[in-house]
C-alpha cells in the first residue's frame, strides 16, 4: 500500500471511523483497533457505545460469515483476537459505567476432555455480543462447573466436548443440576463437533450449539426469553 493511501484513523469522521473499524475488525487487526478506540473515547463517546455500535456490530458480521462458511477459525480468530484489544481498554470503563450486560455464561470443557479452540471462539464471541463470560478451561468435573455457578450466579452453563468418549459427562453434569433442584436457574447449553441436536435434547441440555455465531444468536434468544418470563412473573406478582 503506497504511502499516500494510508488511512490516518483520526482524521475521519465518527460514521467512517466506525465503519472502518468493522472493516480492521473483519481483518483482525488489533493495534488499529485499539487506536480506533481511544480516538471514540477521546471524543466523548461512552464506552457502551463503542462495545455496540462499533465492536459488537463487527463481531456480528463476522459471526454470520463464520456461519455461512466465508470464515474459517484462523480469521475469526483473529477478530477475536483484535475485539479483545478493543474490549481490554473499554472493560475497566464498562465497569465503572455499569453499563448493561447482555447476560453471564460460565464455560468450560468437561472432564477428561483438553480440546479448547471451539470454546474459546464461543467465549470470545460471547463477549463480543456484550456478554459477561468466566472460562473454566478444559477438563471440568462437576464440581468446578457447579462452584462456579454458586459464585458467579451466570444466566447460562456452556459446555464443550471434542471426544465421543467425553460427550456423556454433560448428562452427569446437568442430572447433577437436576438432583440438586437448581437445573431451572440456567440456561445449558452444549456444543462440540461429535455432539448433534439429539444428543443435546437426549441429556437435557436447552440447546445444542453448532459452532459459535450459532452459540451467540442462541444465547441472545434464550437470554431474552428468560428475561420475559421474569419480567411477567415480577408483573403477576404486583398485580
Same mark, same amino acid.
Given at each position: 500500500?503506497? @504511502?499516500?493511501?494510508? #488511512?490516518?484513523?483520526?482524521?475521519?469522521?465518527?460514521?467512517?471511523? !466506525?465503519?472502518?473499524?468493522? *472493516? %480492521?475488525?473483519? *481483518?483482525?487487526?488489533?493495534?488499529?483497533?485499539?487506536?480506533?478506540?481511544?480516538?471514540?473515547?477521546?471524543?466523548?463517546?461512552?464506552?457502551?457505545?463503542?462495545?455496540?455500535?462499533?465492536?459488537?456490530?463487527?463481531?456480528?458480521?463476522?459471526?454470520?460469515?463464520?456461519?455461512?462458511?466465508?470464515?474459517?477459525?484462523?480469521?475469526?480468530?483473529?477478530?477475536?483476537?483484535?475485539?479483545?484489544?478493543?474490549?481490554?481498554?473499554?472493560?475497566?470503563?464498562?465497569?465503572?459505567? +455499569?453499563?448493561?450486560?447482555?447476560?453471564?455464561?460460565?464455560? $468450560?470443557?468437561?472432564?477428561?476432555?483438553?480440546? %479448547?479452540?471451539?470454546?474459546?471462539?464461543?467465549?470470545?464471541?460471547?463477549? +463480543?455480543?456484550?456478554?459477561?463470560?468466566?472460562?473454566?478451561?478444559?477438563?471440568?468435573?462437576?464440581?468446578? /462447573?457447579?462452584?462456579?455457578?454458586?459464585?458467579?450466579?451466570? *444466566?447460562?452453563?456452556?459446555?464443550?466436548?471434542?471426544?465421543?468418549?467425553?460427550?456423556?459427562?454433560?448428562?452427569? !453434569?446437568? *442430572?447433577?443440576?437436576?438432583?440438586? $433442584? #437448581?437445573?431451572?436457574? /440456567?440456561? !445449558?447449553?452444549?456444543?462440540?463437533?461429535?455432539?448433534?441436536?439429539?444428543?443435546? &435434547?437426549? #441429556?437435557?441440555?436447552?440447546?445444542?450449539? &453448532? @459452532?459459535?455465531?450459532?452459540?451467540?444468536?442462541?444465547?441472545?434468544?434464550?437470554?431474552? &426469553?428468560?428475561?420475559?418470563?421474569?419480567? $411477567?412473573?415480577?408483573?403477576?406478582?404486583?398485580?
Amino acid at each position: 500500500m503506497a @504511502d499516500d493511501d494510508e #488511512i490516518i484513523l483520526s482524521e475521519l469522521e465518527d460514521d467512517d471511523l !466506525v465503519q472502518q473499524m468493522m *472493516d %480492521d475488525l473483519y *481483518d483482525g487487526m488489533k493495534a488499529e483497533i485499539e487506536e480506533s478506540v481511544n480516538i471514540l473515547l477521546e471524543r466523548g463517546w461512552t464506552p457502551y457505545d463503542i462495545l455496540t455500535k462499533a465492536l459488537v456490530a463487527g463481531m456480528t458480521i463476522v459471526g454470520h460469515d463464520f456461519r455461512d462458511g466465508i470464515l474459517f477459525v484462523p480469521e475469526v480468530l483473529l477478530a477475536a483476537n483484535a475485539m479483545k484489544g478493543g474490549m481490554a481498554i473499554l472493560k475497566p470503563l464498562l465497569t465503572e459505567t +455499569g453499563a448493561p450486560k447482555m447476560g453471564k455464561m460460565v464455560i $468450560g470443557t468437561v472432564k477428561g476432555d483438553i480440546h %479448547d479452540i471451539g470454546k474459546n471462539l464461543v467465549g470470545m464471541m460471547m463477549e +463480543g455480543a456484550g456478554f459477561e463470560v468466566i472460562d473454566l478451561g478444559i477438563n471440568n468435573a462437576v464440581e468446578s /462447573y457447579l462452584e462456579a455457578m454458586e459464585a458467579e450466579q451466570p *444466566d447460562i452453563l456452556g459446555m464443550s466436548a471434542l471426544l465421543t468418549t467425553t460427550m456423556p459427562y454433560m448428562k452427569v !453434569v446437568i *442430572d447433577t443440576l437436576v438432583e440438586k $433442584g #437448581i437445573r431451572d436457574d /440456567y440456561i !445449558v447449553l452444549v456444543g462440540g463437533a461429535p455432539l448433534n441436536e439429539e444428543f443435546g &435434547r437426549a #441429556i437435557g441440555a436447552d440447546a445444542y450449539c &453448532r @459452532d459459535a455465531a450459532v452459540a451467540v444468536e442462541t444465547a441472545k434468544e434464550w437470554v431474552a &426469553r428468560k428475561h420475559n418470563r421474569m419480567a $411477567g412473573m415480577q408483573q403477576a406478582a404486583a398485580g
